[in-house]
């Protein structure tokens, strides 16, 4: 049976939750640095990320900035540009002349771009509103320079150009064949004479697609790229509340680290890098629950791999303990077992459980079995002899005391002139007293003991004549049983000497009879009962000596119902019966009894 209290209990679940603690704990710690380490990893490759992000688009705005400073430093687009900017034809060579110098300039833009289209359309602007496109949209158009956002900043910037933000361009939206929106990039200079005069200016543009395209190719994390003023870059568009919460955020917190994500509340890792070459700040963002999704698979496999060995580990532990436990119980059932009837057959001496600790324990065990015996011998063999040497010891009492009373009886009859009476005594005291010394042990049949006792009363009986009358009433189940020498003598003694007290005639009745495993005898006379005040001390004798255990120092005269009262205690122990009461139809009543030895009964 398993108990929570017992020995295999207490191991299975120790044992138990040691090995889940540890598995609990080296799982946690697994997850902790392989979390730890993955952040860190992160924040590396996101970091490298952000900086690759910065080199693709400072790499795009070099190639932007070169055609750029190509177109200005180059005397034939100047000169080209001079030719027809500003100038109406008034003749047809004039028209010739500005037709040719428009092909010319058309050309050399072309060449200066080259076949790999590093930018997607060249604009030329004079200050009179004309513009001169190359690219994508070759058309010539008279615009207001004016409704142009970056016009002011142009004409006001100190180091002579400017990017923009990315805008929708109207012109190229509608020569290309898709109609959709085209969000691009310009990259604007003043375009100045030979004399360092502002004649135009110069536009280059990118489209964000082409901008970014190495960077949304590459890269599986978010990519959002904003100003130093917090305008959003990339993506393209309007920019949503979640961005402007992101943008805000990495304003907030320069270089990485950790944020919450604006519409799920989810942790995502970023890192900034800033361009110095554009003013932008490119953030690469990746989120936590992606970056230990693998974690989390693994982690889950790995728990049920741990509850597969934690189930292993506490079979083996539960075997364990059954292995240690069983031979202890094995123990305690033989030492619960053991009493003073199997104590001569102790426990075997083999070695059964298989661990030496236990099977040492069991022997000794064994052994000390073998010395309780040889103990609990030599014990009751000394409470035989002491039992024995105290029940001769108050037989020796009561003899003189026996005597004593019967020599005063003679003396009486003899002062009364009793001659023939005294003769029968003194032949029924030598039967007596052959009786009382013919054998060396004190325990004798009941019957023989009544027939004495009724000798006894015959002795006492030629005294008073018939005044006295006795009688016996014996059941033939209760006359074989043992009992203590003269143990009856001395109760129909105290009922002739306080039953005569009365007017005569005098009566003393005695009853042997068996109840059960119990044995009876019963003395009963006519006379005035117990005095209390005797009958109190003789109780408060009796539970002295139930407390103590002591056998108290008996006088000759007037003991003899405490000497029977400790005999009957010292053979019978709490089994042994002892009743003083008054009878109903007045005198006294006096109770003794005792258990039949083992494996007799009534």
């Not at 923009?164 to 361009?169: A, G, L, N, R, S």
């Amino acid at each position: 049976m398993f108990r929570l209290n017992s020995i295999r209990s207490v191991l299975f679940v120790t044992f138990s939750g040691i090995i889940a603690l540890i598995l609990a704990i080296s799982l946690l710690l697994f997850y902790w640095w392989s979390s730890d380490t993955l952040r860190k990893q992160a924040a590396d490759s996101i970091s490298a990320s952000s900086t690759a992000v910065k080199e693709k688009l400072d790499l795009e705005y070099q190639k932007m900035d070169a055609v750029s400073q190509t177109i200005l430093y180059s005397n034939l687009v100047k000169e080209r540009f001079l030719d027809f900017s500003g100038r109406e034809a008034a003749t047809n060579e004039e028209a010739q002349v500005v037709l040719q110098a428009a092909k010319d300039l058309a050309e050399i833009l072309v060449a200066m771009n080259g076949p790999a289209l590093p930018v997607q359309q060249i604009n030329l602007y004079d200050f009179q509103g004309n513009r001169f496109g190359s690219g994508f949209d070759n058309r010539r158009m008279k615009i207001d320079l004016e409704d142009k956002s970056w016009y002011p900043a142009v004409l006001d910037t100190d180091i002579g150009k400017i990017i923009t933000e990315p805008e929708v361009d109207e012109q190229l939206r509608h020569v290309l064949p898709t109609r959709e929106d085209v969000y691009s990039v310009s990259l604007l200079r003043l375009f100045r004479d030979r004399y360092n005069s502002p004649e135009g200016i110069v536009e280059v543009k990118q489209s964000v697609t082409n901008l970014f395209k190495s960077v949304s190719s590459s890269l599986k994390d978010r990519v959002i790229v904003y100003d130093d003023n917090g305008n959003l870059i990339y993506p393209p568009g309007p920019a949503t509340e979640s961005d402007q919460a992101y943008v805000r955020q990495f304003l907030a917190h320069s270089g990485g680290g950790r944020m919450e994500n604006p519409d799920t509340g989810a942790q995502e890792l970023f890192e900034v890098a800033h361009s110095s070459i554009t003013g932008w700040n490119s953030a690469v963002i990746r989120s936590e629950q992606e970056l230990f999704e693998p974690l989390r698979t693994f982690t889950k496999m790995f728990s049920i791999l741990c509850v597969g060995i934690l189930l292993l580990a506490v079979l083996l532990t539960f075997l364990a303990a059954k292995k240690i436990t069983e031979p202890i119980a094995r123990l305690h059932r033989s030492i619960k077992s053991t009493d003073l009837d199997n104590l001569a057959a102790p426990a075997p001496l083999a070695r059964t459980s298989g661990i030496n600790e236990l099977d040492r324990l069991q022997i000794a065990f064994g052994k000390m079995g073998e010395r309780l015996h040889y103990s609990m011998e030599q014990l009751m063999l000394a409470q035989r002899q002491e039992l024995q040497a105290k029940l001769v010891a108050l037989q020796s009492q009561i003899n003189p005391h026996f005597l004593y009373n019967t020599l005063a009886t003679i003396g009486v009859m003899a002062e009364e002139g009793m001659n023939g009476e005294i003769v029968e005594m003194i032949e029924s005291l030598s039967d007596l007293m052959r009786y009382v010394s013919s054998d060396d042990t004190s325990l004798v049949e009941l019957g023989t003991e009544l027939d004495q006792t009724r000798n006894f009363l015959s002795c006492f009986g030629f005294r008073y004549g018939t005044k006295l009358s006795f009688g016996f009433e014996i059941e033939e189940a209760a006359r074989k049983v043992e009992v203590p020498k003269l143990i009856v003598q001395p109760l129909v003694e105290n009922a002739a000497k306080y039953g005569t007290k009365e007017e005569p005639p005098w009566s003393i009745s005695v009853r042997a009879y068996s109840e059960g495993t119990l044995w009876f005898v019963e003395v009963r006379d006519n006379g005035p009962g117990f005095d209390r005040e005797n009958l109190a001390r003789f109780r408060e004798q009796t539970e002295k000596i139930d407390r103590s255990g002591e056998t108290p120092s008996l006088q000759v005269g007037g003991m003899g119902l405490l000497n029977v009262y400790i005999r009957l205690k010292l053979l019978y122990g709490n089994r042994m019966t002892f009743r003083m009461e008054d009878a109903p139809d007045g005198g006294a009543i006096v109770t003794i009894g005792g258990t039949y030895p083992s494996g007799s009964g009534g």
